[in-house]
């Protein structure tokens, strides 16, 4: 298992449980306790976690696995998502794309739309989002705006004051939004307070919201809300969501899309 295989096994076993011992991880990836602890000690110096006696923790409330190290999570029920969520978007239209994983998906999944192979442009996308922009700029039919600002290291997200300006002088006809928490009373919310401000902007610029969100991100808030409920749309989740989860949302006026 190579030493990227392995951090991220760790990391995706660190935020499930909030602890873990070297040698119970040592035993659960099949190599040395000392591998584990070199791991455990090059981590914590990355503040990727807090190192314990023994073992190592999460940092807390406020820890965000960085976006490299999250692709794998739900993989499949995000490509679910992200095709349902690219099939409610029409030709022609400005689409706005916050960063994440489920919503880089739904870049991927436009890409591939054979209706989307062509047109001038065949769609426009607005993202603060650098590798989305990255994958969608090889597609000349679409026409991609980056925002400014200053590039967050954990989700490639570019954030604060400059990317106002761009914002602030466009108008779009949906924006696509991830989510690291969506609750029905307490709406939809991030983890850091600038992501979701420039997430918060694009949705006011969009006539129409469309939240992606995978079961595990539904009844859950995080530090920094992003909009409220009524502002949102459409949930596009995925068909591990409980039904009560989703009456509650369809009770609250979305549309609930299950895949």
């Known amino acids: 298992m190579s030493r990227d295989a392995r951090w991220k096994a760790l990391l995706e076993l660190l935020v499930e449980r909030g602890r873990l011992d070297v040698e119970d991880a040592a035993t659960e990836l099949g190599v040395s306790a000392a591998t584990i602890r070199r791991d455990f000690d090059q981590l914590a110096e990355q503040q990727m976690l807090v190192r314990t006696r023994g073992g190592a923790v999460v940092h807390g409330v406020s820890y965000e696995l960085p976006l490299r190290y999250k692709t794998a999570r739900h993989a499949s029920e995000k490509q679910r998502i992200a095709k349902a969520v690219a099939d409610l978007l029409a030709p022609g239209e400005a689409v706005g794309l916050t960063g994440g994983t489920t919503t880089t998906e739904v870049a991927r999944a436009l890409a591939v739309r ?43 997200e570019l954030i604060g ?87 509650r949302f369809e009770e609250a006026g979305l549309r609930v899309v299950v895949v």
């Open 114 to 156: 054979g209706d989307l192979s062509s047109g001038s442009p065949a769609l426009t996308v607005v993202t603060n989002a650098l590798n989305i922009a990255n994958e969608l700029a090889v597609r000349p039919q679409f026409k991609i705006v980056v925002t400014g600002g200053v590039a967050r290291a954990q989700s490639y």
């Open 161 to 247: 004051p400059l990317a106002d300006g761009v914002l602030g002088q466009i108008t779009l006809d949906v924006a696509v939004l991830g989510v690291v928490g969506f609750d029905p009373v307490h709406g939809t919310s991030a983890h850091d307070e600038a992501e979701a401000a420039i997430n918060r902007t694009l949705c006011e610029r969009a006539e129409r919201v469309v939240v992606a969100a995978d079961a595990s991100k539904l009844g859950r808030r995080a530090f920094a809300r992003i909009c409220a409920t009524e502002s949102v749309d459409t949930l596009v989740t995925d068909s591990s969501a409980a039904p009560e989860t989703v009456r």
